[in-house]
């Protein structure tokens, strides 16, 4: 994906400092500061403009001090979905309660569309079914939030947190790719309405 910012030939200035002609040049861009780059050329652009290149161009310097820091961009990439995942859980796991976490969840696939693609639709869960999501590194906090709000061990949490993962990664999928208009009250009702049938289904079955 082309870029409006024009390359900057003398990359060395910001990318390199030489301090004396007899030292060397040394990188000034350090590789946090291309993680969190390539975090926010996701977050502008889509995961997909993710390319050497184009965070090159978007950071102001040459490919040059990119590919030393990261000759796999494979890894790249992996350190770059591990700082969106905290930003995501971080938010998420702002709500006050389930149902709050549940819309938090599918806000943040409205207002942050491109790390919701980049997190859930960009082939890391390809082939994995929803209970391996459930029980995925990624979903461990709110699982843990789940089994503490409604004083559930971590299998009865899982069991209860299954069909409202469904609905609630459904509703925000739908949001994130502008398939459906976000109507934070109408979202609310429909989750609480699943959220107690479930609750109902569960004393029943106790």
Do not use: W
């Not at 990119?66 to 709500?95: C, N, W």
């Not at 639709?121 to 503490?148: H, K, N, Y």
């Not at 609630?168 to 790719?177: E, P």
């Not at 609310?188 to 004393?203: C, F």
């Amino acid at each position: 994906m082309p870029f409006d910012r024009k390359i900057n030939t003398e990359y060395h200035n910001k990318c390199y400092s030489n301090k004396g002609d007899a030292m060397p040049k040394k990188p000034t861009t350090t590789k946090e500061d291309m993680i969190e780059g390539a975090f926010r050329l996701i977050r502008d652009k889509g995961h997909e403009a993710l390319t050497v290149r184009n965070l090159a161009s978007f950071l102001g310097c040459s490919t040059q001090p990119i590919m030393y820091q990261f000759p796999d961009t494979d890894v790249l990439k992996d350190l770059t979905y591990r700082k969106a995942d905290s930003f995501h859980s971080e938010y998420i796991l702002a709500g006050t309660d389930l149902l709050d976490i549940g819309i938090r969840y599918i806000r943040f696939a409205k207002e942050e569309p491109q790390l919701f693609r980049f997190l859930f639709q960009s082939g890391r869960f390809s082939g994995l079914s929803l209970e391996d999501l459930i029980m995925a590194p990624e979903t461990a906090e709110v699982l843990a939030a789940v089994s503490s709000e409604e004083e559930l061990s971590a299998e009865e949490a899982a069991a209860f947190f299954e069909p409202l993962v469904a609905v609630v990664h459904g509703y925000a999928s739908l949001i994130a790719n502008n398939a459906m208009k976000y109507d934070p009250d109408a979202i609310r009702n429909a989750l609480m309405m699943i959220a107690e049938g479930i609750e109902r289904g569960r004393n029943q079955n106790e």
